[in-house]
């Protein structure tokens, strides 16, 4: 055990240029609406979806519009939703069986667009039948189910793109410009607030991770994709001001309420606050101060409308109150952007391994609160151990160390867990990996 252990972290150090950040994430982009539309004779590209709910529905209707792509099978447990969508967007065929949307011979790449607790298999079985992926986050509700998905991806040479919408959303993507063209000078604070309408159910609430899983992961993913770099540590709190039916429950599924300071290289902070309740309407902004300036977003309303009167002058009405309504534009274009990557052959803009971040830094910022100190995100990762790629478990669950195994001591240090992306031009990872144990 210990020679095939040092043998496969020595194997999967070779040809990993980066831990966290790809180096193509700090380069200026255009925008994924600018797809390639001379495709020349190429057929289109066949897709399918699984998962018909609002999430679904959205993505569906921005793959029917994109060029060079073309849905062709959907599917849902409850089958009528499927056959109702086949209907509006005139996809041929629909199932309320998802693996028959991955086993389609026709079928190139699946949105997965499933309740959070099935997306961990089905990307596994998308990889398995070598199917491109696009998947709503999280990746896993588990830590060691995620590595194992990126690399059955990786090793099946399949896209990986992971559904974290507020990078797409056009007020964040000008924030990040002015930081990359240097507008207000170099970064030194970054924060953002996300603040809900009203309180989730009881229901919802329960068994869903906690605050900083469920709803604090897209700031903390925020901060990360503003600053451009890996997190240094974290540092959390969480209390209940909203509903105080919550309390009875376990960890930060107690909290409505959160902040959290996150510390870049460089000296730059960033500061998190979220609350589940907002009596103004949905509130998400950002905002970011250089040495030359301050960059910051607004709401966004329905309209610019606003009213002036002798007793109130401002917006005409509240700003949006539903997510979907907010992020409606960004779930387009992060659709858009993995069909451009797929009819172009390039890499996707939001990978795996920006999903694996993004709840490496929650469950960093979950324990932060829970220990009432600053967390760094390599202690999350080394709790983390593979016996093979596709065979991961997290020791915390163990009372056994397995013989040979070296924790990740270190951010950067992710290579470790993560195979490198097999380009199908090449020998497969297991010949690769037979070859080097002289098996």
Not at 82 to 94: I, N, T
Not at 191 to 199: F, G, M
Not at 406 to 429: A, H
Request: proline residues 6%; glycine residues 8%; hydrophobic residues 40%.
């Amino acid at each position: 055990m210990a020679k095939f252990n040092l043998a496969l972290v020595s194997f999967l150090v070779i040809g990993c240029a980066s831990a966290f950040t790809p180096p193509q994430q700090n380069v200026a982009r255009t925008s994924p609406l600018m797809m390639t539309t001379d495709t020349g004779a190429r057929d289109p590209i066949k897709v399918g979806v699984i998962g018909c709910g609002r999430i679904g529905i959205v993505h569906l209707g921005a793959i029917n519009k994109a060029p060079g792509v073309i849905p062709v099978v959907v599917s849902n447990p409850t089958i009528s939703k499927a056959e109702e969508a086949a209907k509006r967007f005139g996809v041929p065929r629909f199932t309320a069986d998802a693996m028959e949307v991955i086993s389609d011979p026709e079928v190139e790449a699946v949105w997965i667009c499933s309740p959070s607790q099935y997306h961990a298999d089905q990307i596994k079985a998308c990889a398995a039948n070598g199917k491109h992926v696009f998947c709503e986050k999280p990746i896993a509700t588990d830590l060691a189910e995620t590595v194992e998905a990126i690399n059955a991806c990786n090793e099946a040479g399949v896209k990986l793109m992971i559904g974290l919408q507020r990078r797409f959303d056009p007020n964040f993507l000008r924030v990040k410009k002015a930081i990359e063209e240097k507008e207000v000078g170099e970064t030194i604070i970054i924060k953002t607030c996300s603040r809900d309408p009203a309180p989730p159910p009881y229901e919802y609430v329960k068994g869903g991770g906690g605050i900083f899983n469920d709803m604090a992961v897209h700031d903390l993913d925020m901060t990360r994709f503003l600053a451009g770099s890996d997190p240094i540590e974290i540092l959390a709190v969480g209390s209940c001001h909203i509903d105080k039916s919550i309390q009875d429950l376990p960890g930060s599924e107690a909290y409505d309420t959160a902040s959290c300071i996150v510390r870049y290289p460089g000296g730059v902070n960033a500061m998190v606050d979220v609350c589940r309740q907002s009596s103004y309407g949905y509130d998400q902004r950002a905002e970011v101060l250089g040495t030359k300036g301050m960059i910051a977003t607004d709401n966004v309303y329905p309209n610019t409308a606003k009213i002036y009167k002798n007793d109130f002058t401002g917006n005409a009405d509240m700003p949006y109150d539903f997510f979907l309504s907010r992020y409606f534009e960004a779930y387009v274009t992060e659709t858009e952007a993995f069909c451009k990557s797929l009819v172009d052959d390039t890499p996707v803009p939001c990978t795996g391994i920006d999903g694996l971040v993004a709840l490496t830094m929650s469950l960093a910022a979950d324990k932060s609160a829970a220990e009432g100190r600053w967390v760094k995100p390599s202690e999350i990762i080394q709790q983390v151990y593979c016996e093979r790629p596709d065979s991961c478990s997290l020791l915390a669950q163990s009372d056994v160390f397995p013989e040979g195994f070296k924790p990740v001591e270190d951010i950067k240090d992710l290579n470790k867990l993560i195979i490198p992306i097999n380009d199908k031009k090449s020998e497969g990872f297991l010949d690769k990996f037979k070859s080097l144990v002289g098996l």
